[in-house]
């Protein structure tokens, strides 16, 4: 076992007793990362030099000014901007840009003394769920080289699962921290929106977007959203709701908890593997104390097609932005305006970004606004309503995180019933704005399947509660790919 693969808890008895410097866990992240990375292919920019620098001012600092995540290394995905490290959303547009700030999250991680071991590949904009659309290399995962590690958080969900790195942030617009989590096997969380700051993070959908932690352990988790949560000025759509103790309530006890699980969710289109793994769930849930009931979220069959009216027309006014004038891509030899506008933007983005433009532009048009994002709106209602009513009565609602295991490179999923289940599991999460957390809960032909536990608004300590007490009876997080065996 290495470093990088200890919880946040063993690491920091072991930096206490000093057994361990900040350095030495510092070097075995990026021994894990050049060892690795050449196969999975998750870091875009390692900070090699910077990292090493902050890791030996950090091991002057006195033990009582240590918090619990202090000293430990973290990526961070290339769309929150990083100051004087380049930040690309893995475009050719933002190829060169290296921003003069940092995220309002990286501020967070840095005062709690965390250090940044580089930048993750992604999905160009965070448009896609296999991170095939990065404009510079395609991510693998580490149970399986040949198949993708899900979207667009694919490099922040690779390099914690293949053990280059115990924490990860990723970015969540319609499932993308909680399906590549899925697909590699570890915890990804979706904090209700509004939890974190959305300042510093290069906008898809604004009102969908939201950042997320990614880890190993349930624990660990609730450790890095407690860090990066919270009120900020930056921010006006930030909530000023108090910040809980998540690993506080992390007792095991689920004795008198409520759980609502959608037929829906266990409906056609879900691989008869992941039914079998999640109703074995419900039933360690169950002789925890839990008690289960199937339920209905009715207008969720709505959710796909109200996603992409909403999340491409914003993505359709966000990306304006980039248009070879101030900074980004320009080509050379133009020689008026108007070819800068065209030539940046049809030679920077990539096709799957310019699709959803296209898209997006659409349904704003006069012609089409009240037909199309309009109506979608309000159908966002519906869904949002759908889950309050359901949390009127239950404590959480369970289910698959995504409807098959990890699919090959290269291979498109055809089955327009398996398209609609994934996007039915993931989708209406962040069309309510609420939060939801993917736990590994088995395995099928080797590769990982991943539970969801969705919650009420601000209600993150009761899905850390209940996916810690799942977790903890189980053993499914425990077993780690076979790439990084041996490593010492």
Known sequence: MTLTTKTATELQKLLHNREVSVKEVTEDALKQVAKLDGQVQAFLTVTEEAALSKAEQLDNAPMENRGPLFGLPIGIKDNIVTKGVTTTCASKMLENFVPVYDATVVEKINDAGMISIGKLNMDEFAMGSTT????????????????????????????????????ALGTDTGGSVRQPAAFCGIVGMKPTYGRVSRHGL?????????????????????????????????????????????????????????????????????????????????????????????????????????????????????????????????????????????????????????KRIFYGTYALSADHHEDLYVK????????????????????????????????????????????????????????????????????????????????????????????????????FHKQTPSIGEGNE
Request: charged content about 20%.
């Open 202 to 354: 290069v906008a898809f959908a604004s009102s969908l977007d939201q950042i997320g932690p990614l880890t190993r352990t349930v624990e660990d988790n609730a450790l890095l959203l407690q860090a990066i949560a919270g009120i900020d000025r930056h921010d006006s759509s930030s909530s000023d709701k108090a910040v809980e103790n998540y690993s506080a309530g992390l007792t095991g006890d689920l004795k008198g908890m409520k759980i609502a699980v959608p037929k829906e969710y266990l409906g056609e289109g879900v691989a008869e593997d992941v039914k079998a793994a999640v109703r074995k769930a419900l039933n360690v849930m169950e002789s925890l104390g839990a008690t289960w009931e199937e339920v209905t979220l009715p207008h969720s069959k709505y959710a796909s097609p109200t996603y992409y009216a909403i999340a491409t027309a914003e993505a359709s006014s966000n990306l304006a932005r980039f248009d070879g004038i101030r900074y980004g891509y320009r080509p050379e030899g133009v020689t008026n305006l108007d070819e800068i506008y065209t030539r940046s933007r049809a030679e920077g983005f990539g096709e799957e970004v310019k």
């Open 132 to 167: 095939e659309r990065s404009a510079f290399k395609t991510t693998r995962n580490p149970w399986n080289l040949e198949t993708v590690p899900g979207g667009s958080s694919g490099g922040s969900a690779a390099a914690v699962a293949a053990g280059e790195i115990p924490f």
């Open 376 to 475: 979608a709106q309000k159908v966002r209602a519906l869904i949002a309503q759908d889950f309050a009513t359901l949390f009127d009565k239950y404590d959480l609602i369970v289910g698959p995180t995504s409807a098959t295991t990890a699919y090959k490179i290269g291979g498109v999923v055809h089955d327009p019933i398996t398209l609609y289940a994934n996007d039915l599991l993931t989708v209406p999460v962040n069309l309510a704005g609420i939060p939801a957390l993917s736990v590994p809960c088995g395995f099928a032909d080797g590769l990982p399947i991943g539970l969801q536990f969705i919650g009420n608004h601000f209600d993150e300590m009761t899905i850390y509660k209940a996916a810690h007490a799942y977790e903890q009876a189980t053993d």
